[in-house]
Structures are given as C-alpha cells and as structure tokens.
C-alpha cells in the first residue's frame, strides 16, 4: 500500500489529484498545495483548462502578499464543506463563510453561529433582499486557551452589482461588505462576499478572522455539484 507521502509526490509529479464529495466520505487522496511566488500570467499555479478538466470541486486561495494555491474538496457534512491540501492545512467553509482551518499559523479552531438564519446571516439577503441588522451572528474560537467565545459584531454593507471573473468566465454578484468587530481585541476586520443572487452561491470573498493572519481571498473555481 502507498504511503502518504508516496501518494503525494505522485500527485504532485502529475500535477493533479481526487476527492470524493459523497457526504461524510473520507478519502485519503489530496492535492498539492501549490504556491506561486508574485504574479504569475494564470493567476493560479494550475490552468483554467487544468481546473476545469478535474472531477473535483476546487477553492482558489489568495493571500495577501500575493501567493495563490488551489485546494481539492474532500468531503461534505451538510452545509460545511471540507477543503484540503497536501501539506497539512485544511480549511472548511459553510455558505461561503470561512467557519475552521487547520495547519495554519494562527487557527480558526471553530465558529457557532447564533443568527436565526441558521449559519448564514447574509442568507436573509437572499430570500428578503434586505441586509441583516448589525448584531451580533457567531462567536468564534481561536487557538489559544485564553481566546474561546469571542463575539463577533457584524454590520453589512451592500455595495451593488459587480461582475467578477474567474477563470475567464463571468459571474454577476451582489457585492456585500461587512465589518467584523471582536470587542475582546479592540479589533476589526472588513470583509467582503460577491453573491449570485439567484443561487446564494458566494463566488468570492475576502476574509480575515484574527489579526494575525492576513485577510484571505477565497474563489470557487470549480463549484460542488450540490
């Protein structure tokens, strides 16, 4: 039986790899985290035609300073979806919301949501077209001992129509912007999803749950067939 680590640089040799979406499923098949150092002309380290030709749902990930990977969907649990690469860090995401990571240096261990919308307060936009009221949605917590059921504030702001693209191809959304403030820190994170209105799918966003770790740039590249 292959190891780990042989089936990774397999992976990494092609330049490809698979996951299950089946709900629940585990399955020890993940790909390459794949970093690029600056700008590159694709954007992401693998092509759009490469993306598009894996069976798999792909996240794009950005981070601030420029670097861009690709993660692999490995499993689903209702509506958390669970992202992964081969170098340990594993990021799961729930209606667009970054709600748990690991590997990373300073982790999201969990987010409990409090909103009536049941884990999606930019759900009420959808179905009602009006904002949610600034409150208090989630709590979170962090990986220190010290830092558990931290509120989170939130204010929305809609921003309008934009059409975004990624991988060439285009997406009109409803930009929405919110303002996250956790009291505990004296600190505030502006974040911001560009919905489709007619599915709630979130195309993009931009988030950031602690100061530590610069705000991330999440884009599904290839979406879940759920």
């Not at 990774?8 to 993940?30: K, P, W």
Request: glycine share 10%; proline share 6%.
């Amino acid at each position: 039986m292959l190891s780990r680590r042989q089936l990774l640089g397999g992976l990494l040799a092609s330049g490809v790899a698979g996951c299950a979406t089946d709900s629940g499923s585990t399955v020890d098949l993940v790909t390459k985290m794949v970093t690029s150092k600056g700008p590159s002309a694709g954007g992401y380290p693998l092509s759009p035609e490469q993306i598009h030709d894996l069976p798999y749902a792909t996240l794009g990930v950005r981070r601030e300073e420029g670097e861009r990977a690709v993660m692999v969907l490995v499993s689903i649990d209702g509506a958390n979806l669970e992202w992964v690469s081969a170098d340990g860090v594993t990021m799961v995401t729930s209606h667009g919301w970054m709600v748990q990571t690991h590997g990373m240096p300073r982790d999201l261990v969990s987010t409990r949501w409090l909103s009536p919308s049941a884990g999606d307060p930019l759900g009420d936009f959808i179905k009602t077209g009006v904002l949610p009221a600034r409150g208090v949605y989630r709590e979170v917590d962090i990986n220190r001992s010290n830092e558990r059921s931290l509120a989170v504030q939130s204010s929305f702001v809609l921003r309008g129509e934009e059409t975004i693209e990624i991988l060439g191809k285009k997406h009109l959304t409803q930009r929405i912007d919110e303002t996250a403030v956790v009291q505990d820190w004296r600190w505030e994170a502006r974040n911001s999803f560009w919905v489709d209105p007619q599915t709630g799918r979130v195309w993009r966003s931009t988030q950031q749950y602690c100061p530590e770790i610069a705000p991330l740039t999440l884009e599904l590249l290839k979406p879940p067939a759920i």
